[in-house]
C-alpha cells in the first residue's frame, strides 16, 4: 500500500473551503494571476563567457575552481599535497574514473565509491551533470555518480567537469527537470559545507566536505 | 495552554524578560543586521528583483487558489515514482503515522534535519516516548535540543547562545573531552559526534522546503549538508510537509528558490539544493529504501479561503523577522511559539486559536517592513490588523463603549475642541494622569508629551500658524 489517510477527506476540505472563493485585499491587491514564470536574470552574469562566470561564481562560494585544458598528473600532484589526500573514493562517472587512475599512480588508496570507504577516505571525487556559471553549483545526479554521498562523507571533494556542461542559470537546470524522469536524487552542490549557528561565525565543513576543487576542464 | 505555546507567560512577561537580556540583543542586532545586509546584496543580484516578488506573490496565490489539484498531482507523481504517502488531517495523524513506520523498521536512532513543521506537531515528544533516540542534526538545532530549549529563529535556531554557552551545553555529549569555544572547533566536534548518529541511524526525517507536483519530487535546502546525511545514509526517509509548502511546476520552483536564500541568507543558493524523486534506484550504491511524504494539514484549511489566505504563501524564509523592529528587540522566544516574528504573530493564533495566542498580533508596530521584505508579497501588516480588529469585535462591552463614545466625540467639532483643549487646561495634572490605574500601564513604556499651552484651533484663530 503506497497511500494512508483519507485523500478525498483531505482534498474535500480544501475544496470546500476554497469554494467561495478568496477575498479581496483593498489594500494591496494581488496581481493579476495567470501569467507566465519569469526568467530569473543575474545582473552580474555575462552570458557571452559562462566559463569566467563559472569561476568567479565559484570562488564567491568559497569553492576552489580551477581551469585546464585537461587532467594531469601535475594539478593532481599539487592538489593532493596541499589537501594532504592519502585515500580517495571515485563515483562512477568517467572523468572521476580517469581522475581515479591518476591518483592511484601518485600513490594515492583509490577505491570505488561505497560507504565503508566515503568515511575512512579523505577524498571524494565525482563529476557533474551540469555546472552553473551564475551560481558556481555543480549539480550532481545519483544515476550518473552513482551514489549520492560521494561528494558529502569524504573531507574533501573533487568535481571534475568538463566545460560544455556549464549553462548559465539554476533556471537552465531546473526548468528542463519536467520534462524528464528525474534521478532519484540531484543536489545542486554551491560551495562547501558550511555553518553559521555559532555566533554566526561561518565555519565550514561542519557535516559535509570542508573543501570543494573544481577542475574545470576546457579541452 | 496551547500546543503551539512554548511558555506559559503572557508575551507582556516574555517580552520583558527578552528586554532585560543585554547579550540577546546584542546577538539579535548583529545577526538581524547581517541578514538584513545579506538579503540586500542578495537581492541586488537579481534583475528586476521587486518585478520578481510581484510574480512570486502571483505564482503563490495561483497555487493556493488550484490547491487541490496540485496536492494530488504531487500525490500520484510521488506514488508513481516509488513512494508512500500519507494525508494527515491533523498533528496526531502525523505523528501516529511516522511512529508507525517507526516501529515498523525498528528505528532506535532517528535522525532529523531541520524542519519546523516537525515542531509544531510536536514529532520528537511521540517518537521519544516510544523509546526511540531523536536526534536534530542541523548544528543550531541540536545545540537547542541538548540544552532543552526551543529555536529563536527561523534559519539561527540558537542565535540567542554564544560560545561558551554553546560549549557548555555540547559538553553534556562528550564523555569527558575537554571542551573548547572556538567556533570552529566547536563545529568539528559536532561534526565527529553527529556522523555516529547518521551512521547509526535507522531513518531520517526532513522536512520540506517545497514539494513539486509535477515531478512527485520535494526540494530540501540546508547549508551544512545535514538534509543530505539524513535523505541519504538511513534506509527510510520521512519528509514532512505542510500542505501549502508545493509548487506545481519546475520552473516555479526556480522562481522561489531564486528569492528564498537571497531573502534567508543572501545567498544565491543555499550550499545544497537537494531535489528528492522516490527512493534509491536499482544500482545506486546509498540512499533510502522508502520515501515517504506527509501532507499535513494541520489546521490550515481553516485558514484557507478566508480574510488570512495569504499567509498561506510564506516560505520560511525569516526576512520578516529581521526587518521586524519588535522581533529585533524581543527575539523569537517571547512569541511563545514555533513560528516568530509578524509571520508567527499572523499565524500562531490561526493554528492555534486561544486567550494566549491571540495577544500576538499586538507585538506589531504596523511599519509594513515586514510586507516590503517579504520574497512573496504578503501584506503581513493587513493580516496583522485583520487579527487587532477580530479582536477588538470581541473585545468586552465596556471598551467598546468607550471608544465609541470617544468616535462620537470626535465627529462633532465642538466636542472635539473640547476635549483637546483639556490637555492644554489641566497641563501640570498630565504627570498624575500617568499614574493612573489603566493608564499607568500604558504609560509606563511611553514618554509622556508635555501638551503645548494653545491647541492648534486656537492657535490658528490667533494667527500663530
Given at each position: 500500500m503506497s497511500e494512508f489517510g483519507n485523500r478525498a477527506e483531505f482534498l474535500g476540505r480544501l475544496r470546500v473551503a476554497l469554494s467561495g472563493g478568496v477575498p479581496e485585499n483593498p489594500a494591496h491587491p494581488l496581481p493579476p494571476l495567470g501569467g507566465p514564470v519569469p526568467e530569473i536574470r543575474f545582473t552580474s552574469l555575462d552570458p557571452t563567457d559562462l566559463r569566467a562566470a563559472f569561476v568567479g561564481a565559484a570562488q564567491y562560494v568559497a569553492a576552489r575552481p580551477t581551469r585546464m585544458p585537461a587532467l594531469t598528473a601535475e594539478f593532481l600532484a599539487a592538489f593532493i599535497e596541499e589537501e594532504k589526500v592519502r585515500t580517495a573514493v571515485v563515483s562512477r562517472e568517467p572523468e572521476a574514473r580517469a581522475a581515479g587512475a591518476i591518483l592511484a599512480e601518485l600513490g594515492v588508496a583509490v577505491s570505488d565509491y561505497s560507504r565503508e570507504a566515503a568515511l575512512e577516505a579523505d577524498l571524494g571525487v565525482t563529476s557533474a551533470v551540469f555546472g552553473v556559471a551564475a551560481t558556481g553549483s555543480v549539480v550532481q545526479d545519483s544515476s550518473a555518480t552513482g551514489g549520492r554521498a560521494v561528494s558529502l562523507l569524504p573531507r574533501v571533494h573533487l568535481c571534475v567537469l568538463?566545460?560544455?556542461?556549464?549553462?548559465?542559470?539554476p533556471g537552465d537546470v531546473l526548468r528542463s527537470l519536467g520534462a524528464r524522469a528525474l534521478p532519484s536524487n540531484l543536489v545542486f552542490i554551491t560551495g562547501p559545507s558550511r555553518s553559521?549557528?555559532?555566533?554566526q561565525i561561518i565555519t565550514m565543513g561542519v557535516h559535509g566536505p570542508t573543501s570543494v576543487h573544481i577542475a574545470l576542464i576546457e579541452g | 495552554m496551547s500546543g503551539a505555546l512554548t511558555s506559559d507567560k503572557t508575551l507582556r512577561a516574555r517580552a520583558t524578560t527578552a528586554i532585560a537580556d543585554d547579550r540577546l540583543r546584542v546577538a539579535l542586532r548583529g545577526a538581524t543586521d547581517r541578514f538584513t545586509l545579506g538579503r540586500a546584496i542578495g537581492l541586488a543580484g537579481l534583475e528586476d528583483a521587486q518585478g520578481l516578488r510581484r510574480a512570486a506573490r502571483a505564482v503563490r496565490a495561483e497555487i493556493l487558489a488550484n490547491l487541490p489539484a496540485v496536492l494530488e498531482q504531487l500525490a500520484d507523481n510521488v506514488v508513481a515514482n516509488g513512494g508512500t504517502v500519507c494525508w494527515a488531517a491533523t498533528a496526531e495523524e502525523a505523528t501516529a503515522y511516522v511512529e508507525a513506520v517507526a516501529a515498523r523498521h525498528d528505528a532506535r536512532t532517528i535522525v532529523k534535519s531541520k524542519s519546523m513543521v516537525t515542531e509544531e506537531i510536536k514529532l520528537n515528544e511521540v517518537l521519544e516516548s516510544a523509546g526511540r533516540k531523536v536526534v536534530e542534526t542541523d548544528l543550531g538545532e541540536w545545540i537547542i535540543q541538548l540544552a532543552g530549549q526551543t529555536p529563536s529563529?527561523?534559519?539561527?535556531?540558537?542565535?540567542?547562545?554564544?560560545r561558551h554557552q554553546v560549549a557548555e551545553i555540547l559538553g553534556q555529549v562528550a564523555d569527558g573531552e575537554e571542551m573548547q569555544t572556538d567556533p570552529e572547533w566547536l563545529a568539528a566536534f559536532a561534526r565527529r559526534k553527529l556522523r555516529e548518529e547518521f551512521l547509526r541511524a535507522d531513518m531520517g526525517i526532513s522536512g520540506a522546503n517545497f514539494g513539486v507536483a509535477e515531478t512527485g519530487s520535494v526540494a530540501l535546502v540546508t547549508n551544512e549538508g545535514n538534509g543530505r546525511m539524513a535523505t541519504s545514509l538511513p534506509r527510510v526517509h520521512v519528509a514532512i510537509m505542510g500542505m501549502e509548502r508545493v509548487v506545481a511546476t519546475t520552473a516555479q520552483l526556480d522562481l522561489m528558490l531564486a528569492l528564498l536564500g537571497r531573502s534567508a541568507s543572501g545567498q544565491p543558493l543555499t550550499s545544497y539544493t537537494s531535489i528528492i524523486t522516490g527512493p534509491r534506484r536499482e544500482g545506486e550504491a546509498d540512499g533510502p529504501d522508502e520515501f515517504h511524504l506527509v501532507i499535513l494539514d494541520n489546521g490550515r484549511s481553516r485558514i484557507l479561503?478566508?480574510?488570512?489566505?495569504?499567509?498561506?504563501?510564506?516560505?520560511?524564509?525569516?526576512a520578516c523577522l529581521g526587518a521586524c523592529p519588535v522581533y529585533r528587540q524581543?527575539?523569537?522566544?517571547?512569541?511563545?511559539?514555533?513560528y516568530a516574528g509578524p509571520v508567527g504573530a499572523v499565524l500562531t493564533p490561526l493554528l492555534f486559536p486561544d486567550e494566549q495566542t491571540r495577544e500576538l498580533p499586538n507585538a506589531s508596530s504596523l511599519c509594513g517592513a515586514c510586507m516590503d521584505a517579504c520574497p512573496v508579497g504578503i501584506p503581513l501588516q493587513d493580516l496583522l490588523l485583520a487579527h487587532r480588529r477580530r479582536n477588538a469585535a470581541d473585545a468586552d462591552a465596556s471598551t467598546r463603549r468607550g471608544w465609541n463614545a470617544w468616535a462620537r466625540a470626535w465627529s462633532r467639532p465642538a466636542l472635539f475642541r473640547a476635549t483637546t483643549a483639556l490637555p492644554t487646561f489641566g497641563r501640570r495634572f498630565t504627570k498624575l494622569a500617568a499614574r493612573l490605574p489603566g493608564v499607568s500601564r500604558w504609560a509606563a513604556g511611553r514618554e509622556i508629551p508635555e501638551p503645548p499651552q494653545r491647541t492648534f484651533h486656537q492657535m490658528w484663530e490667533r494667527g500663530d500658524v
Open positions: 568538463p566545460a560544455e556542461r556549464l549553462v548559465a542559470t553559521g549557528d555559532i555566533e | 529563529h527561523i534559519i539561527a535556531p540558537a542565535l540567542h547562545l554564544d479561503g478566508t480574510e488570512f489566505h495569504e499567509i498561506l504563501a510564506c516560505i520560511r524564509c525569516g524581543i527575539g523569537g522566544h517571547a512569541y511563545g511559539s514555533v
